[in-house]
């Protein structure tokens, strides 16, 4: 079954850097969301409607995109956003959700 | 708060059944579409299916359909998934979540099921 490809996999971050992870969609013109998952816990929602931040989400996250490449971004990372992000669509022909492979964010 | 609990999980042998329970509360259950999405250990997150307010609409993962049957019981604000025979690939952590346009906006905390003889 589809798994939506990201990029990268794995990537460290240092306390203030910038960070943008990506998402590639099956299907053009869907809107694109984004959970984290911390280590041992649930996946949380994080961005909905490719840019609308869930409640309680930093404003230091954004999302943006179009078509079928969608982007999450970390404007200055902190040590709390070491966490493993998924991207996530719905819902084409078959409908169906589909989950990116996941991007483990670590701490530099 | 919405809270999301599920239950039901533990050991099982190879070729056995299972049922798992979610139940919902702190929202207004029956005006929700529900889903179940599955985490094996150490991988990604695995979509299984949703259904509807009233169950007229079942979706499922097409490789996933014939070991998994979702259904909910509006008088008690409680989602099931019913698995066939289970194999060791089912092994993974399961979450109930509900679904909301397009996204999955609150997830269960998960439990997990250890297909193993």
């Known amino acids: 079954d589809n798994v939506l490809p990201q990029s990268p996999t794995t990537m460290a971050a240092s306390p203030g850097e910038k960070v943008t992870i990506t998402c590639h969609a099956s299907?053009?013109?869907?809107?694109m969301n984004w959970h984290q998952q911390k280590s041992g816990t649930s996946p949380k929602l994080w961005i909905y409607d490719t840019s609308k931040l869930a409640s309680g989400v930093p404003d230091r996250f954004s999302g943006s995109g179009s078509g079928t490449s969608y982007s999450l971004t970390i404007n200055t990372m902190e040590t709390e956003d070491a966490a493993t992000y998924y991207c996530q669509q719905c819902c084409s022909t078959p409908h169906m959700y589909t989950f990116g492979a996941g991007t483990k964010l670590e701490l530099k | 708060e919405v809270k999301l609990v599920e239950s039901g999980g533990g050991l099982v042998q190879p070729g056995r059944s299972l049922k798992l329970s979610c139940a919902a509360s702190g929202f207004n259950f029956n005006d929700y579409w529900m889903a179940w999405v599955r985490q094996a250990p150490g991988k990604g997150l695995e979509w299984i299916g949703e259904i509807n307010q009233d169950s007229s609409t079942i979706n499922y993962t097409p490789s996933l359909k014939e070991t998994f049957t979702i259904s909910r019981d509006n008088a008690q604000n409680i989602l099931f998934l019913q698995t066939s025979k289970l194999g060791s690939e089912d092994t993974a952590v399961y979450y109930c979540a509900r679904a909301h346009s397009g996204y999955i906006d609150y997830w269960g905390q998960g439990v997990m099921v250890t297909v193993s003889s």
């Open positions: 299907s053009s013109g869907i809107h």
